[in-house]
């Protein structure tokens, strides 16, 4: 399977536009939770692990009220989690300050602040993906437009998620050429920079092609939506819920 493949870019919008309690919820109204979650998650102290646990609360019940599959969350999720794993794994070398002792095994203040750093990659970058499988690229746009966002930064990131896929998608094909002209054998460094080259004319040939298409077409930079959202009282109990909960779970270690 291609690079592209992998990345399951119209899976994602296919389940965005699933009918469901959580999809028919407003996007602003998520985004507005998912932010407050974010810095409520973040706000813990470095060495908290235990205080955060009642936050997988909320990417659960997000992605089990969506039904949204659970692995391709977690498919996303292990495949960023090496660059947190990197992250992580420093601070048990540089921080080796003795915090607890379970029978023979002492733990250092440095796996802690790892375990930590991995807890809050998950929790985040979890609530992230769940938003998105649960509201779609282009709502999620719309909605962070309606709250104020700079439309040169909203459209950026649309474009950005819409062809990356497309770019990826090149880049496995020429791999797959080359390759295939030379068949058990490695591709040597220079061989590697002038591909990238290549591909870098060619995204830039297709930046103007889709420009000037989405030009002739009218286009100024608005995101629109066949019918205008509304804020609800579900809306408005559903974000309301949500930040008691996090308030709640912030103020107080509900574990301990």
Known sequence: MSFAGQLEPGR????GRLDSPVHRIDARAKVLATLAFTVAVLSFPRLAVAPMTPFLFYPVALVALGRIPPRIILRKLLAAAPFALLVGLF???????????LGPVVVTDGWL???SILLRFALTAGAALALVACTGMHRLGAALARLGV?????????FLYRYLFVVAGQASAMLRSAALRAPGRALPLPAYGAMTGHLLIRSLDRAERVFDAMAARGFDGEVRLLQAPRLRWSDALFLG?????????RLR????
């Open 150 to 158: 700079p439309r040169v930064l909203v459209m950026q990131m649309l």
């Open 253 to 256: 270690n509900r574990p301990e």
């Open 241 to 249: 819920g949500c930040l008691l909960f996090f308030l709640a779970a």
């Open 12 to 15: 994602i919008d296919e389940i």
């Open 91 to 101: 601070n048990p070398l540089m921080e080796r300050r003795p915090v607890l002792a």
């Open 113 to 115: 602040a790892c375990l």
